[in-house]
C-alpha cells in the first residue's frame, strides 16, 4: 500500500524557514517523481514543486523559486521541502504527493502538513 | 500557462441525480493529459480520472470522464451521498507547472 506521511509543520514567524519531510513507503521511492502541493485555507490546490525520480531535475512554481528547495534522499525513501524567507502567502497545507513522471498525474496524495506563516 | 476554469462554482443536487461538471482550458491541453480530484473536508485530493476518460483503481464506474482539446466533463451518473465534495481539474501535458482548476463544490439540495 503506497503511503506518503508528511512532517515538519507547525508555525513561523515571517522571513523565518522551516523543513519538511515526506517519508514514502510501499512502492520503489526512486522510480517515481515526487511534488509538493499545497492549499492555503479555504482555496484551491496549488503546484509548488517537483523532482525526478533521480533528483537530478527540479521544477518550482514562479511565486516559490528562489525561496523553496525540494530534494529527496532515495537512501532513506525522504522528500524534503526546505522552505526559506517565508511570507504571509505561503499559510498553507502542504501535501506530499507522487506522480507518474515529471510530467505525469498525480496517483497518490499524503495527508498534508499545516504550515502557518505569522508573527 | 495554460489556465483551466471549472463550471458551475457550486452545484446542487439530490442523490440519485446526475452531475455534470465543466472544466475548460484557455489553450489546448497536450495529449488530453487532464486529471479530475476528488477532495473532502479534512481530506487530501484522491485521483479519480486521468487522461480525461481513464478511471483510476479503485473509482466507481458511476464517474466518468470525457472532452478533448480545451473542453473537458467530469459526470457522475448516479449521485451517492459521499459523492458531495470538491472537485478539482488539473492539467498535467504541459507541466511544469501543473495548473489546476478553481473547482466545483458538488453540494446536496
Known amino acids: 500500500e503506497v503511503q506518503l506521511l508528511e512532517s515538519g509543520g507547525g508555525l513561523v514567524q515571517p522571513g523565518g524557514s522551516l523543513r519538511l519531510s515526506c517519508a514514502a513507503s510501499?512502492?520503489?521511492?526512486?522510480?517515481?517523481?515526487m511534488s509538493w502541493v499545497r492549499q492555503a485555507p479555504g482555496k484551491g490546490l496549488e503546484w509548488v514543486s517537483t523532482i525526478s525520480g533521480s533528483g537530478g531535475g527540479t521544477y518550482y512554481a514562479d511565486s516559490v523559486k528562489g525561496r523553496f528547495t525540494i530534494s529527496r534522499d532515495n537512501s532513506k525513501n525522504t522528500l524534503n521541502l526546505q522552505m526559506n524567507s517565508l511570507r504571509d502567502e505561503d499559510t498553507a497545507v502542504y501535501y506530499c504527493a507522487r506522480r507518474i513522471g515529471v510530467a505525469g498525474r498525480i496517483d497518490y496524495w499524503g495527508q498534508g502538513t499545516l504550515i502557518t506563516v505569522s508573527s | 500557462e495554460i489556465v483551466l476554469t471549472q463550471s458551475p462554482g457550486t452545484l446542487s443536487l439530490s442523490p440519485g441525480e446526475r452531475a455534470t461538471l465543466s472544466c475548460r482550458a484557455s489553450?489546448?491541453?497536450?495529449?488530453?493529459?487532464l486529471a479530475w480530484y476528488q477532495q473532502k473536508p479534512g481530506q487530501a485530493p484522491r485521483l479519480l480520472i486521468y487522461?480525461?476518460?481513464s478511471r483510476a483503481t479503485g473509482i466507481p464506474d458511476r464517474f466518468s470522464g470525457s472532452g478533448s482539446g480545451t473542453d473537458f466533463t467530469l459526470t457522475i451518473s448516479r449521485l451517492e451521498p459521499e459523492d458531495f465534495a470538491v472537485y478539482y481539474c488539473?492539467?498535467?501535458?504541459?507541466?511544469?507547472?501543473?495548473?489546476f482548476g478553481q473547482g466545483t463544490k458538488l453540494e446536496i439540495k
Open positions: 489553450q489546448s491541453v497536450s495529449s488530453n493529459f
Open positions: 487522461g480525461a476518460s
Open positions: 510501499g512502492f520503489t521511492f526512486s522510480s517515481y517523481a
Open positions: 488539473q492539467q498535467y501535458g504541459s507541466s511544469p507547472p501543473d495548473t
